[in-house]
């Protein structure tokens, strides 16, 4: 495992720097590696990474989740209000709508088949998104209208509710019913996530305030890995609890981290953001070096062009629920503009998830693996051009005082 590791990180940091230079996503690169590595080409990482890479993916969107919570301002939110929480749900349902819709055309799949499809496809990504829309926030981008931090709750929130109805989703897949109880169980766990999630927050928030009054100064890297296990716990409180009491355990993280934020000061939430971002580096190469070995690229290569015009026929869909929740806002038409382009990349959900129906063997499994990949693939190198070309002129840069 250990060379398997050290050709991940090496290898995956290679080919980032030069999708990079290529004025390409990074993580493209990262996948590109991680196929070139996999079993189906050079073969160079070992069945024992590949075996513990469904925990690592999870790792990293804990990591991911962590630092979300940590850059964003709720204050700054409620000047937007309602298009957030509409953001959070509308554009993924759409989306969903036009898998189950569109994918039985193109692929041999069942209603229940291609709505699992659409819950894997349908999450925005937090790699691509949440450094962007924290980068805006800084120099003052959008911030006006609290633009970057509507996208960047909206985006966060949707990569939970679409993970949660993945879940139900992937029970009916398994042949498992689904009563009207199992289907209250969505919303209840969300608001159990955050209840929870707001609850720990507080209480860690307290803890590390009265350790500072007795003079013993807790660092700044002791509380990441504070924060890291009781992320931890909380993730696997959700299976603990499972089939008693539904909970979101990725939602809890993130509230955890909002909480914690909104009762320590700036300087210290902006210190473990850092260092949330130092471990993204290493978190994010695990993550999608790992989904590329993943992908056989030879039924990639028979799924491409189908799976492409898939894609983007479902990313139409979701650019119409984006658009319609943003009816009656007092944003203008490039700032509108401007969210749907940001609500286009996939990328940390898809590796985090894309596997998991072919490790529970279900005959779509491998299709659904593809077209995740195929869809990063796609859309994060798009999204992230277009977001990047396009912030300058369609945001309204807020002066900053001095």
Same mark, same amino acid.
């Given at each position: 495992?250990?060379?398997?590791? #050290?050709?991940?990180?090496?290898?995956?940091?290679?080919?980032?720097?030069?999708?990079?230079?290529?004025?390409?996503?990074?993580?493209?690169?990262?996948?590109?590696?991680?196929?070139?590595?996999?079993?189906?080409?050079?073969?160079?990482?070992?069945?024992?990474?590949?075996?513990?890479?469904?925990?690592?993916?999870?790792?990293?969107?804990?990591?991911?989740?962590?630092?979300?919570?940590?850059?964003?301002?709720?204050?700054?939110?409620?000047?937007?209000?309602?298009?957030?929480?509409?953001?959070?749900?509308?554009?993924?349902?759409?989306?969903?709508?036009?898998?189950?819709?569109?994918?039985?055309?193109?692929? &041999?799949?069942?209603?229940?088949?291609?709505?699992?499809?659409?819950?894997?496809?349908?999450?925005?990504?937090?790699?691509?998104?949440?450094?962007?829309?924290?980068?805006?926030?800084?120099? !003052?981008?959008?911030?006006?209208?609290?633009?970057?931090?509507?996208?960047?709750?909206? #985006?966060? #929130?949707?990569?939970?509710?679409?993970?949660?109805?993945?879940?139900?989703?992937?029970?009916?897949?398994?042949?498992?019913?689904?009563?009207?109880?199992? @289907?209250?169980?969505?919303?209840?766990?969300?608001?159990?996530?955050? #209840?929870?999630?707001?609850? *720990?927050?507080?209480?860690?928030?307290?803890?590390?305030?009265?350790? %500072?009054?007795?003079?013993?100064?807790?660092? %700044?890297?002791?509380?990441?890995?504070?924060?890291?296990?009781?992320?931890?716990?909380?993730?696997?409180?959700?299976?603990?609890?499972?089939?008693?009491?539904? @909970?979101?355990?990725?939602?809890?993280?993130?509230?955890?981290?909002?909480?914690? &934020?909104?009762?320590?000061?700036?300087?210290?939430?902006?210190?473990?953001?850092?260092?949330?971002?130092?471990?993204?580096?290493?978190?994010?190469?695990?993550?999608?070096?790992? *989904? !590329?070995?993943?992908?056989?690229?030879?039924?990639?290569?028979?799924?491409?062009? %189908?799976?492409?015009?898939?894609?983007?026929?479902?990313?139409?869909?979701?650019?119409?629920?984006?658009?319609?929740?943003?009816? !009656?806002? &007092?944003?203008?038409?490039?700032?509108?503009?401007?969210?749907?382009?940001?609500?286009?990349?996939?990328?940390?959900?898809?590796?985090?998830?894309?596997?998991?129906?072919?490790?529970?063997?279900?005959?779509?499994?491998?299709?659904?693996?593809?077209?995740?990949?195929?869809?990063?693939?796609?859309?994060?190198?798009?999204?992230?051009?277009?977001?990047?070309?396009?912030?300058?002129?369609?945001?309204? &840069?807020?002066?900053?005082?001095?």
């Amino acid at each position: 495992m250990v060379s398997s590791l #050290a050709f991940i990180f090496l290898l995956g940091l290679c080919f980032a720097a030069l999708f990079a230079k290529l004025k390409l996503p990074r993580i493209i690169g990262m996948l590109f590696s991680g196929i070139l590595m996999g079993p189906y080409v050079l073969n160079l990482l070992e069945p024992t990474i590949l075996e513990v890479s469904p925990d690592l993916r999870q790792i990293a969107l804990i990591i991911i989740l962590l630092k979300a919570g940590l850059s964003l301002n709720v204050v700054d939110l409620k000047k937007v209000g309602r298009p957030a929480v509409l953001l959070s749900f509308v554009p993924a349902c759409f989306e969903i709508i036009g898998f189950i819709v569109l994918a039985p055309v193109f692929f &041999q799949l069942s209603v229940i088949e291609a709505a699992l499809m659409g819950t894997v496809l349908a999450a925005v990504s937090p790699a691509v998104i949440v450094p962007r829309m924290v980068r805006f926030i800084e120099e !003052g981008y959008g911030t006006e209208k609290s633009i970057p931090q509507l996208i960047l709750a909206g #985006a966060s #929130a949707d990569d939970v509710f679409v993970i949660v109805l993945f879940s139900t989703v992937l029970g009916l897949a398994q042949g498992k019913s689904v009563s009207a109880t199992s @289907l209250t169980a969505i919303p209840i766990s969300i608001v159990l996530g955050i #209840a929870l999630g707001v609850a *720990v927050g507080y209480l860690l928030a307290i803890f590390f305030e009265a350790v %500072n009054k007795r003079g013993a100064h807790i660092r %700044n890297s002791t509380k990441v890995v504070v924060l890291l296990g009781f992320a931890f716990l909380l993730v696997s409180l959700e299976s603990w609890l499972k089939g008693v009491i539904p @909970l979101s355990g990725l939602l809890a993280v993130m509230s955890m981290a909002i909480a914690l &934020q909104m009762k320590t000061i700036e300087k210290v939430t902006k210190g473990l953001s850092e260092k949330f971002s130092k471990l993204w580096i290493g978190a994010e190469l695990l993550l999608f070096v790992l *989904v !590329g070995a993943a992908v056989d690229i030879r039924y990639a290569a028979e799924a491409g062009f %189908n799976a492409i015009l898939l894609i983007l026929l479902a990313l139409c869909f979701r650019i119409l629920g984006v658009f319609i929740c943003l009816l !009656g806002t &007092q944003l203008n038409k490039g700032e509108r503009l401007f969210c749907m382009i940001a609500y286009m990349p996939k990328a940390t959900v898809q590796a985090a998830i894309g596997g998991v129906p072919l490790a529970m063997g279900l005959p779509c499994g491998s299709l659904i693996l593809t077209v995740a990949v195929v869809s990063i693939l796609v859309t994060a190198p798009l999204g992230a051009f277009a977001i990047d070309r396009s912030h300058k002129k369609l945001l309204s &840069q807020e002066r900053r005082r001095e």
